[in-house]
């Protein structure tokens, strides 16, 4: 596609094309400002759109610039993740290096040059390019007023969207044409944030978007380090996105300094879905792993005392104090409120539990003191994550478990007071060595600490990655929730094994989540790397936990099972509580058999929205697992089991939505069936309205002779 949008301009001056030659870039500066734009088998996904960056108190870097030099080279390597949705993953793209040079008008040549290049990755499944600021005389430090960033669209697509927010991600997504994200911004933005949304069109990414004539379109950044996260805010009547950085307390932008980086601004595109959901493209645009020993690097398995807090059975707190800081509190001296979850005896339940069936960890949440006031009135002194309260006796529970072959999971709420956790991260680090932890579930709920802080700005975005290093030195694995949304950094730093950064299963107990929730994320809150999503649910009506809750979980039984593969993530746990699955036992067994880390994947089938359908290869075994999801619709859904090894004969378990399952009057409706499978088989599966099913397959021994064909 040539550049005809701009004047004096028709032919585009620079290109790259993919291995393969389906996805295309085009460059050129007309009349002195930067533009770009992104064809797929010959058709246009971004129209012509500016690049540039403006700046505060400084000469911005948006116009007045020339080609200097324009470098073009290929990289194909294949690298192996410490653990991931595959063994391998090829980084195979064609590169194109554009150096520009700025002459800064009414300035001498010698003091106004200035240089910047923007480097375009082409991969087959879409483009990466970022903003390289070379180390230069005429620019040092400077700070961004915004980013000028565009995305044009060529039509108005559908889009799987949430309203741009700078502290939270935790939306449902609203599915409609670019032309109504205005008018549904509102009834969009349930507010659940501390701070308000920043404009009626902006949208927050990954945002996956589909084209009338059905292509895919994914845009999202990789690499977020040192900067300020992404939004896009929409100008309508153009078509465009145009980048929404979050700005700091003081409403600046990003503060950098030359020799820098920006992150890698990226669209992925694909006229089939399932390429979406199987591209790695964020993970290669990342730097290779930075940590040299990963051996103690592991996927994990676990249950939690969490669900009964969530669900309002019981409180985090051990008292019903009023909200005071911590230091104000003789714990010893105050009155326990008989509610409190992290108990030595139920903590030894979970213990049990985990032992009994197979899981790594048991995550206790409330077990330190400080959580009178967690909602954070003195949030400069909100928790010390050293001294646990009188019930919960450290030392005992952790050796109970130990003995058992099951460790607990350490639990960090900050309350967003970054100040305060980077003040007792060390300690908290010794604490956990010294009793055999190895992994956190952190958390920033509430407002930013520094006040005026926001979640996605550069400043905290910086305490995130500080933490994660922190914990590698003391081998730690992190999974931070209310963090900001993930970029593909765990390729980097694989100890960071999850984040939540999204409306995860939590909300099923606040209210609810649409079925169609769990088809969507795994398109976008997903691509930049595992959720902590916590499946797993296996009773829906939770006023059967709480009576006072009302909420209801709008799924069925075999829908939890499914999001196990639909949704990956190193690190899974089954988040109910232990006498529901108890009730279960026969379902419950697909949790127990799961894997969490693959040698394979295969996207099966896949539609943003309706319904997502995979199948994953345990790594080092010859086991696989299928999952399927569909929405509010329910669906036949025909697996062809082509990704087995020819001539080998397998047995697959298959869990399917029963006759009359339905997420709202009977989610609990299901029916296991063995059955022999090879690669030629084909088999008919009926999910129900939020429903689905989950298949695990091993190879057949001789003692399966018996078995008919899985039908
Ligand atoms: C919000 C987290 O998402 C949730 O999992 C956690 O239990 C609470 N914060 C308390 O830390
Ligand atoms: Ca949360």
């Known amino acids: 596609m040539a550049l005809v949008c701009c004047a004096g301009m028709t032919q585009a001056k620079e290109k790259q094309t993919s291995p393969d030659g389906k996805v295309a870039v085009e460059f050129d500066v007309v009349n002195g400002i930067p533009y770009y734009s992104v064809s797929y088998k010959g058709k246009d996904v971004i129209n012509p759109s500016r690049l540039g960056i403006e700046l505060i108190n400084d000469y911005s870097l948006i116009d007045n610039f020339k080609i200097k030099d324009v470098n073009k080279s290929k990289f194909d390597e294949t690298w192996e993740p410490v653990w991931g949705e595959s063994k391998t993953i090829r980084n195979n793209y064609k590169e194109m290096e554009v150096q520009l040079v700025q002459q800064q008008p009414g300035k001498k040549k010698k003091e106004s040059l200035r240089y910047l290049t923007i480097r375009f990755r082409v991969y087959d499944d879409g483009v990466g390019f970022r903003y390289e600021f070379p180390e230069q005389d005429n620019l040092t430090y400077f700070t961004i007023k915004e980013e000028f960033t565009e995305f044009a669209m060529t039509g108005d697509h559908t889009a799987y969207w949430i309203p741009g927010d700078y502290d939270t991600q935790e939306y449902d997504y609203v599915i409609s044409r670019l032309s109504q994200i205005d008018e549904l911004f509102d009834s969009a933005y349930t507010g659940n944030s501390s701070q308000t949304a920043f404009s009626k069109t902006g949208v927050q990414t990954s945002l996956q978007l589909k084209t009338d004539e059905g292509l895919y379109i994914n845009i999202h950044e990789a690499a977020l380090i040192d900067y300020s996260c992404m939004h896009l805010n929409l100008d309508e009547a153009n078509l465009t996105f145009r980048s929404w950085l979050t700005p700091d307390a003081r409403g600046h932008k990003g503060y950098l300094q030359a020799p820098c980086t920006s992150p890698w601004r990226t669209v992925m595109v694909s006229d089939d879905a399932c390429d979406i959901l199987a591209s790695n493209l964020i993970l290669n645009l990342n730097e290779p792993c930075k940590i040299t020993d990963t051996s103690w690097i592991k ?173 590698a030195k003391h081998k730690v694995m992190v999974n931070a929730h209310e963090a900001v949304r993930p970029t593909g950094l765990c390729r980097t730093y694989p100890n960071l ?215």
């Open 299 to 471: 996927p994990v398995k676990y249950v939690g005392v969490w669900w009964e807090m969530i669900t309002g059975k019981s409180s985090w707190a051990y008292t019903d104090l009023p909200s005071v800081q911590i230091d104000k509190i003789d714990y010893t001296k105050s009155k326990p409120n008989n509610r409190h979850g992290a108990n030595n005896k139920n903590v030894m339940r979970y213990i049990d539990f985990a032992a009994e069936h197979g899981f790594d960890q048991v995550l206790v949440e409330g077990w330190n003191i400080g959580w009178e006031d967690w909602a954070g009135k003195t949030k400069d002194y909100v928790f010390d994550f050293v001294t646990p309260y009188p019930d919960f006796d450290i030392e005992m529970l952790n050796n109970y478990a130990h003995s058992k072959g099951v460790r607990l999971m350490m639990h960090h709420e900050t309350s967003g007071s970054t100040r305060n956790y980077e003040r007792h991260m060390d300690a908290a680090f010794e604490l956990m060595e010294k009793y055999g932890y190895n992994s956190i579930k952190s958390g920033y709920v509430g407002d930013m600490l520094p006040r005026g802080e926001y979640h996605y700005g550069q400043w905290c975005n910086n305490h995130y990655l500080y933490a994660i290093t922190e914990a």
């Open 497 to 711: 094994i999850g984040n939540e950064s999204a409306r995860g299963t939590e909300y099923q107990a606040f209210g609810g989540s649409h079925p169609h929730h769990v088809t969507i994320l795994p398109f976008t809150r997903l691509q930049g790397g595992p959720m902590d999503y916590t499946p797993g649910i296996f009773v829906m009506d939770i006023t059967k936990i709480n009576p006072e809750n009302k909420s209801y979980c709008n799924s069925t039984i075999c829908n939890q099972l499914a999001l196990y593969v639909t949704m990956y993530s190193p690190l899974q746990m089954a988040a109910d509580l232990p006498e529901h699955y108890e009730k279960y036992m026969d379902a419950f067994q697909f949790i127990k058999d799961v894997a969490v880390d693959w040698d394979e994947s295969h996207y099966l089938a896949a539609e943003p929205g309706e319904y997502i359908v995979v199948a994953r290869k345990e790594k080092g075994e010859d086991n696989w697992f299928v999952g399927g999801v569909t929405n509010e619709e329910e669906r036949d859904m025909e697996v062809s089991f082509d990704f087995l090894d020819k001539n080998d004969k397998y047995v697959a378990t298959l869990y399917a939505d029963g006759k009359n399952a339905d997420y709202a009057k009977k989610p609990d409706s299901y029916k296991i069936t063995t059955g022999i499978v090879t690669n030629k088989s084909e088999v008919k599966i009926k999910m129900a309205r939020g429903g689905g099913f989950a298949i695990s397959i091993r190879p057949a021994t001789e003692a399966d002779k018996k078995l008919k064909k899985l039908k």
